[in-house]
């Protein structure tokens, strides 16, 4: 349940795609929720310590905390208004598509290579977002900035043309995010990986890390996750509720029925159509069309088992956590406090404000500052061990 820069709610931007690259094989995993939501202590304006007994495990860094734009204040402002002030980064992408062994295939975009050495760090995007999304070239502008080569994930029919396989993509789908990652494993074999995920896709990215633990399959050396979703039940619940909830999930499905009647042939006898295109709540859309079509027999099964609460007690990959209690896509109760403060892979880095992925700061003057993409890049910078940064923080001996 992603908003994107504050709200994805346009259909994805076409694009050329150059000749197709090998597909490589990826375990497919699948595990079920197994943790509850802890309640939350009160709203701090300041985050909660780094609790990590060894310094080295997150190269010794600091977080930064968030201070809000004076002349942004609220969550539905930092949400909405955060998606059109951020500047449209173009750092001149090169995208190659990946065929799948199942038929279909996978966009990526790679930014510019800052060196022959330069880690790699692939990022994810939320709900109906795709690599063109504000967000998401801001924090390609704040990796190259520090010696990182980004590299845009696009999910399934988020690349500006519809897939080729009735499935879509969701928040707990992690076998196209382990696949991807094998294939760059492949492809660059001496350079440090770390990822990073936004709303929808930090989702999948920490049920990812959950799944793999420290297994010797897991390439990535450090992660962060923005604006994540941890709990599916409470979240769908809590854009069921008011008018901004209510528009948010408009937006969500104007885009989700566009992509529905693009694949109307491919869907027609998989789904029911006319409950598909009936939805009024996210919820609904999940249980005509997302569940049926990716194996959970209905919405309430797939929450329960796709969200990222019940996988942080098993990351063993460095991770920091950006994420606001005042987050009109999540409910502050509902954020897993005791699994990421009991976890020393885990950075708290959770604030009281910045809405959902919004952390729109001042800068200078009244020109804006975006924190969450900045201490993003400057926290992989550190673990992935550009010049001056602890080699045992990235797991390299």
């Known amino acids: 349940m992603e908003s994107g820069e504050g709200g994805e709610i346009l259909p994805c931007r076409p694009s050329p795609c150059p000749p197709a690259v090998p597909s490589l094989p990826a375990d497919r995993l699948s595990f079920t929720l197994s943790g509850g939501v802890m309640p939350t202590p009160p709203p701090l304006q300041t985050p909660l310590h780094m609790n990590s007994s060894d310094p080295d495990l997150h190269g010794g860094f600091q977080l930064r905390p968030f201070r809000q734009a004076s002349w942004l204040r609220g969550p539905h402002l930092q949400t909405v208004l955060g998606k059109f002030i951020r500047p449209h980064f173009d750092p001149g992408l090169i995208r190659e598509r990946w065929e799948t062994e199942d038929g279909d295939f996978i966009d990526l975009d790679f930014g510019p290579d800052p060196s022959p050495q330069a880690p790699l760090v692939m990022i994810l995007h939320g709900l109906e977002g795709s690599t063109h999304r504000a967000y998401v070239r801001m924090a390609m502008a704040e990796l190259l900035s520090r010696g990182i080569r980004p590299v845009g994930m696009n999910f399934r029919s988020c690349s500006g043309e519809p897939n080729r396989r009735p499935r879509f993509y969701h928040s707990g789908e992690t076998a196209d995010v382990a696949w991807v990652l094998a294939g760059l494993r492949k492809r660059f074999p001496h350079r440090r990986l770390g990822a990073l995920g936004f709303s929808l896709g930090g989702n999948v990215l920490l049920k990812h890390l959950g799944e793999v633990g420290d297994a010797e399959r897991n390439p990535l050396q450090a992660a962060v996750a923005i604006s994540v979703p941890f709990d599916l039940v409470a979240g769908t619940r809590a854009l069921e509720s008011g008018r901004m909830g209510r528009l948010y999930t408009g937006y969500f499905l104007r885009s989700l029925r566009a992509k529905t009647q693009a694949k109307r042939s491919l869907l027609e006898g998989v789904v029911d ?38 996988f942080l007690s098993r990351i063993r990959t460095p991770t920091l956590l950006l994420q606001s209690t005042d987050d009109p896509f999540l409910p502050g109760d509902a954020l897993p406090w005791r699994a990421v403060e009991s976890s020393p892979w885990l950075v708290d880095g959770i604030q009281s404000r910045g809405g959902h992925v919004g952390f729109v700061e001042r800068a200078k ?4 500052a975006f924190w969450a993409e900045q201490e993003a890049a400057r926290y992989l910078a550190g673990i992935l061990e550009i010049p001056g940064t602890s080699s045992r923080a990235a797991g390299i001996t």
Do not use: I, Q
Not at 283 to 309: I, K, M, Q, V
Not at 365 to 368: A, E, I, L, R, S
């Open 365 to 368: 003057g009244m020109k804006p």
């Open 273 to 310: 159509l006319d409950r598909v295109l009936a939805a009024r709540t996210l919820r609904e859309f999940d249980d005509a069309a997302t569940a049926p079509l990716h194996g959970f027999p209905d919405a309430w099964t797939y929450y329960r088992e796709s969200s990222a609460a019940g």
